[in-house]
């Protein structure tokens, strides 16, 4: 990890994401709904990543949009399903806390307003 305040490469924090979600995915329950419920945060968390990778070889600037805009709206699904996992009681809301910061944050970047 990178000391705090300098700069980390997308890819990586991208990548690092990726990794504290398969994390999140391996330690929840075996309850049908929660492996349910991680199985799409597992697919849409770690698509980021790729879908950026993706993107940063593109031959054109309409591929690049193709490429991260398939990475945004993946990245605009996690969210959600961690929400679910709150608020089903499935998983305490500061353990997530965490995560729904990390892709509020990496939003900002790649989708900024």
């Not at 945004?72 to 089903?88: C, D, F, G, S, V």
Request: include cysteine; proline fraction near 4%.
């Amino acid at each position: 990890m990178k000391a705090k305040g300098e700069i980390i490469d997308l890819r990586e924090r991208t990548k690092d994401f990726s990794l504290r979600i398969i994390r999140l995915y391996s330690y929840l329950p075996n309850s049908t709904v929660a492996q349910v419920i991680g199985r799409q945060i597992l697919k849409s968390g770690t698509s980021v990543g790729g879908h950026y990778r993706e993107a940063c070889r593109a031959r054109s600037t309409a591929e690049f949009i193709n490429k991260i805009g398939g990475g945004q709206q993946e990245l605009e699904e996690t969210p959600y399903w961690l929400e679910l996992l709150i608020e089903a009681k499935i998983v305490p809301a500061k353990k997530l806390q965490g995560l729904l910061k990390e892709s509020t944050e990496l939003t900002a970047i790649i989708l900024p307003a």
